[in-house]
């Protein structure tokens, strides 16, 4: 299983190299129409986003609002964009609050007399605050949360190695069991 991803976004569950994608109008907060402005988006520009603030400043924050950008980032959509879901996390509301003026410089720049792509005023894109990253169990805990289920790992993988070593017959091998047994 494959986690959602921003980069390739997708309605429903989809089949990619053999792994099945995860739909992202399975995440919690995050509807149809919100998956469907992403892939509008980033066919639009041509490319991937690169970042949280890439992602905000090119979907529109009446579709993909402050709950759908938190379900994203919680569920691990923009973990292919590097940074960790703490630090997306605690910049959601300067990523979207970015957007919304980048948007709005595009937008006053077009409607202008001289407008154009070379007169549109330069925002710069802010620095990401260097946040510890969240615990694996308090990671996993949100996106099973907004996902439902458990996609980048489990909880309980720490314990394998101790599972593989202290048990002698391991679930799924109870054929081998029943040879055992027969007396």
Do not use: Q
Request: with cysteine.
């Amino acid at each position: 299983m494959l986690p959602p991803d921003v980069n390739s976004p997708t309605v429903s569950f989809n089949v990619e190299g053999g792994k099945i994608r995860f739909g992202m109008s399975a995440i919690k907060n995050v509807g149809k129409a919100a998956v469907e402005e992403m892939i509008k988006s980033r066919n639009a520009l041509g490319r991937d986003f690169t970042g949280i603030f890439d992602f905000c400043a090119n979907v529109d924050s009446h579709i993909v609002n402050k709950r759908s950008l938190e379900g994203l980032v919680l569920s691990g959509a923009f973990d292919s964009c590097g940074a960790n879901r703490a630090t997306l996390f605690d910049s959601i509301e300067t990523a979207l609050e970015w957007g919304h003026k980048v948007r709005n410089s595009r937008l006053s720049t077009s409607d202008s007399l001289f407008g154009g792509a070379e007169n549109e005023m330069k925002i710069s894109e802010p620095v990401l605050p260097d946040i510890k990253p969240w615990s694996a169990e308090y990671k996993l805990a949100k996106e099973r949360e907004v996902l439902g289920c458990y996609v980048t790992g489990h909880p309980l993988s720490k314990y394998e190695f101790d599972y593989r070593n202290f048990a002698s017959i391991h679930l799924g091998e109870t054929e081998a069991l029943e040879d055992i047994m027969t007396w």
